[in-house]
């Protein structure tokens, strides 16, 4: 079963305004990853949060992970039309394990 | 750099055929992992490589096969396509557990 689940499972928004997506795992990791997909196309890697760390910053985008709780959440800022994408949670012990995805829609 | 490539990008194949989805990367990362994506789903771990000679199974690994006699490349073999096997193939690769993942552009495979 997949590792990671994120919540919502969609989301939809108005430019400007800031999105949250969450996610829940089950084991302990190493680290856990973000990424986003446009259309089907390849992922691509956003932010990366090691399990000793509880918050993260890059740009626009804000990571913080709560161990106890096994969960992470991704807060994307004053979002834009070109945020619209899949994003998805990806957590790492021996290998790499991806949730669902959280399908982000910002309308202009 | 290349970064990771696949090939081929779209691939029919009628029930019982046999074939094997390539994947190279010239970045020298020793871990190297297939994902298969299907409508309104996340990507589930097929088969992953943590150097060469080495492969472990991942989360839906029946059906399919792989090797890794060198570093850059990591081909993906059905045995024998089912229609369940129609999905989107994507291959990975990283340099450590503790770095990101970069991903090819995918094979889109269709199996009537």
């Known amino acids: 079963s997949q590792q990671g689940e994120e919540d919502p499972q969609a989301l939809s928004i108005q430019e400007g305004e800031n999105a949250t997506m969450n996610c829940s795992y089950k084991t302990s990791i190493n680290n856990l990853q973000w990424y986003r997909q446009n259309s089907g196309r390849g992922l691509v890697h956003l932010i990366l949060i090691r399990s000793n760390e509880r918050e993260k910053h890059s740009g626009r985008l804000r990571v913080t992970l709560d161990t106890s709780k096994k969960s992470s959440s991704l807060l994307i800022t004053a979002s834009r039309a070109a945020d619209t994408a899949s994003y998805f949670c990806?957590?790492?012990?021996?290998?790499?394990?991806f949730g669902a995805g959280t399908r982000l829609t910002v309308k202009p | 750099n290349a970064g990771v490539t696949q090939t081929p990008k779209f691939q029919v194949l009628k029930t019982g055929q046999s074939m094997t989805l390539q994947c190279a990367q010239d970045m020298n990362h020793e871990y190297m992992s297939w994902y298969r994506q299907d409508p309104g789903m996340g990507l589930r771990l097929i088969h992953y490589s943590v150097g060469a000679g080495i492969t472990d199974q991942g989360e839906v690994p029946n059906g399919y096969n792989v090797s890794r006699s060198t570093t850059e490349d990591f081909p993906l073999r059905l045995l024998s396509a089912a229609p369940s096997q129609t999905s989107v193939y994507f291959c990975a690769s990283r340099s450590d557990l503790a770095y990101e993942q970069y991903f090819g552009p995918g094979t889109r495979l269709t199996v009537t």
């Open positions: 990806a957590t790492v012990t021996n290998d790499m394990r």
